[in-house]
């Protein structure tokens, strides 16, 4: 019977992965360099973006880790500092692949531009679609939540962020969206790979929409047109869209803001913040040419009685001194005023009731 030996004196076999028979060390592979780096960052908490390599890549790099055992201290410091060196000695990095040279122009590049390159070479049949459908405004998304088979649209309202799936869902008519709520609770045995396809087969078919000539639709468009447009220009414009198409001509009146809104669409407290955009001249000819016509008249008081009531007075009575103001000088000053109204509804610090909200 073989005599057994105390664990302590077996000599470990070609413990050191840097060391080849004989003592004479060997030169690590580029791969194998690439493992201990991963594994020494690993090792130090670093969140290191690996799934956004390829999947060979990632596949290699496991390979090659599982593949290794021990390294030495002298060998470990050589690796690090050739790694450090190689990145203290890079100037410029580029994203890597047209996906991401896209990324990186994204608001420097045309949409048209953009989605013709993506339909040119098929950008996303790698790495993940969802980071960027994730990401897509309401209205690219939304026509797909609509159009889609209930068990697509669950996919997609469970990859969307908690907040942002909520905000579909509430938009969605009510028996679509209990169905897809539904098939939502459904979803648990997806495997990961058919919720890629489903990604890429959408994001394939939104790239594949020909791009908007105008970034607007035409009801925006023709309601900031009569917004600076004069009053009877655009009533009588009004006029002529509802005797052709009535439903067009609600939806404009509903776009447009002009002075006579103030006190029903604007609140009280924003109302200083309009008046510090505009000079007092503007303001003085805004409330001169608004005496005696009743609406125009009605959104003076709001906005005097929002501000400080010194300024308010000094406005009275400049406007009082004022002789019979032009026309065209009145509606410029009160254009100026809704101007600056709709400055502050674009940067987020105004927001506006709706007519229906107003009412």
């Not at 019977?1 to 992965?17: D, E, F």
């Not at 990632?58 to 500092?81: K, Y």
């Not at 309401?138 to 942002?164: F, H, T």
Request: net charge negative.
């Amino acid at each position: 019977m073989a005599q057994s030996l105390p664990l302590a004196r077996i000599a470990p076999a070609q413990r050191m992965v840097a060391a080849a028979p004989g003592g004479v060390r060997r030169m690590l592979t580029p791969r194998e360099k690439a493992a201990v780096m991963v594994r020494y960052l690993l090792a130090q908490g670093a969140a290191l973006p690996i799934a956004q390599l390829p999947d060979h890549m990632q596949s290699a790099l496991a390979e090659q880790m599982g593949h290794m055992r021990l390294v030495d201290r002298e060998t470990l410091d050589q690796v690090v500092d050739e790694f450090i060196a190689e990145l203290e000695s890079v100037g410029l990095a580029f994203p890597g692949g047209l996906e991401g040279a896209l990324s990186a122009m994204d608001g420097h590049i045309s949409q048209s531009a953009a989605s013709r390159l993506r339909r040119k070479v098929g950008v996303g049949s790698r790495g993940d679609p969802w980071e960027r459908l994730t990401t897509l405004p309401p209205e690219r998304l939304m026509p797909v939540l609509e159009s889609e088979a209930v068990e697509v649209a669950a996919v997609i309202l469970s990859k969307l962020p908690v907040a942002r799936a909520a905000e579909f869902l509430g938009k969605l008519p009510g028996e679509r969206a209990r169905r897809i709520a539904f098939a939502v609770s459904q979803t648990g045995n997806t495997d990961p790979e058919t919720v890629r396809r489903i990604g890429l087969a959408i994001l394939a078919q939104i790239d594949a929409q020909p791009a908007k000539a105008f970034e607007r639709g035409p009801v925006e468009r023709v309601g900031a047109i009569l917004n600076v447009s004069p009053a009877a220009t655009r009533e009588e414009v009004l006029r002529g869209l509802e005797a052709e198409d009535a439903g067009f001509a609600e939806e404009v009146r509903r776009t447009i803001f002009t002075y006579a809104h103030f006190p029903a669409r604007v609140s009280g407290r924003d109302v200083p913040k309009v008046v510090r955009l505009v000079d007092q001249p503007s303001l003085v000819q805004a409330v001169a040419y608004s005496r005696g016509r009743p609406e125009l008249e009605a959104a003076s008081e709001f906005i005097l009685a929002c501000i400080s009531q010194r300024m308010a007075q000094n406005i009275r009575e400049e406007a009082a001194a004022l002789e019979k103001v032009k026309e065209k000088d009145g509606e410029a000053a009160m254009s100026m005023i809704v101007a600056a109204a709709r400055q502050l509804e674009a940067q987020g610090e105004l927001v506006m009731l709706l007519p229906e909200e107003a009412g």
